[in-house]
């Protein structure tokens, strides 16, 4: 979420508004942001009546109206007409342009590292989806003609052949979603990724595309290459969140993702 680079490079200005902590349930998770600038907000703490105050403070700090930094409690009950229970601590901190670099750094969502083998319907679907969510992807595949020119900012794209290659040089705690044009590419990939979590330990989450009956004879030639059934255990197969109907690649593309982000460890967020 990088918009607001532009509008502090010209407003020179703002309130950097910060969830601190959270207490019982809260609209969004500490270390979420807004900047708040005289005629308008890029980031979200939340919405409603709480993000509806904290923009009217904001906006008193700005006209010189009181000190910063700061630290607001508010209570997500009746008084604020919101329901949610809990209680939100915001952090407020005047900003101007010459700590765009600081904040540059600092108001990166922290991600998690997903490798995704194969450029086909559903490779395109997830790919195309994965503007505003917490991963950095790496969408490999042999053939560099199947990659679109315009892509969400969080996708890079690589070439490689032969396409297992590339197992080794992925990001440490890389997720890995496999479905190549190839059922003979795909096992190669599985089986690389298998060699480098026995060595490395260091793939969490491992899906492959694909039917029981296809899983059931992958898992057969791998017991022949030597993996033993735990393993074997530790791949899923078919991909996606269970009773999520539909074999369609944008239905196969969101189950997958939703299936990615119960399974990521995220980062701690940062400190406000």
């Known amino acids: 979420m990088t918009e607001w680079l532009p509008t502090l490079a010209e407003r020179e200005k703002a309130v950097l508004v910060t969830v601190a902590t959270v207490e019982g349930s809260g609209p969004r998770e500490p270390g979420a942001w807004m900047l708040v600038f ?14 509806f105050d904290a923009i009217a403070a904001a906006r008193e700090l700005l006209a010189g109206r009181g000190d910063a930094p700061q630290r607001r409690r508010y209570a997500l009950g009746p008084s ?9 601590h915001l952090v407020f901190e005047r900003v101007t342009s010459g700590d765009i670099g600081a904040l540059r750094g ?10 995704l083998f194969g450029g086909g319907h559903v490779g395109r679907a997830i790919a ?3 503007e505003g969510l917490p991963f950095t992807l790496t969408w490999i595949d042999s053939r ?8 969400p900012a969080n996708v890079k794209c690589e070439s490689s052949d032969p396409v297992q290659r590339a197992v080794a040089d992925l990001a440490p705690d890389s997720q890995v979603l496999i ?5 003979a590419e795909d096992l190669d990939i599985l089986a690389a990724c298998l060699q480098r979590r026995r060595e490395r330990a260091d793939l969490p989450f491992i899906g492959l595309i694909g039917s029981k009956t296809k899983w059931a004879t992958f898992r057969h030639r791998l017991e022949q290459r030597g993996f033993t059934a735990a393993e074997l255990d530790a791949v899923h197969c078919p991909i996606g969140v269970p009773g999520i109907a539909g074999k369609q690649p944008a239905v196969v593309a969101v189950s997958a993702l939703a299936q990615l982000l119960q399974t990521r460890t995220p980062s701690a967020p940062p400190r406000a």
């Open 38 to 51: 005289e005629d308008g907000a890029a980031g979200t703490i939340g919405g409603g009546r709480l993000e």
């Open 80 to 88: 604020l007409g919101q329901c949610c229970g809990g209680v939100v």
């Open 106 to 115: 600092r108001l990166a969502a922290p991600t998690t590292p997903v490798a």
């Open 128 to 130: 195309l989806r994965m």
């Open 144 to 151: 560099d003609e199947i990659f679109p020119e315009q892509l």
């Open 179 to 183: 479905m190549s044009f190839s059922h």
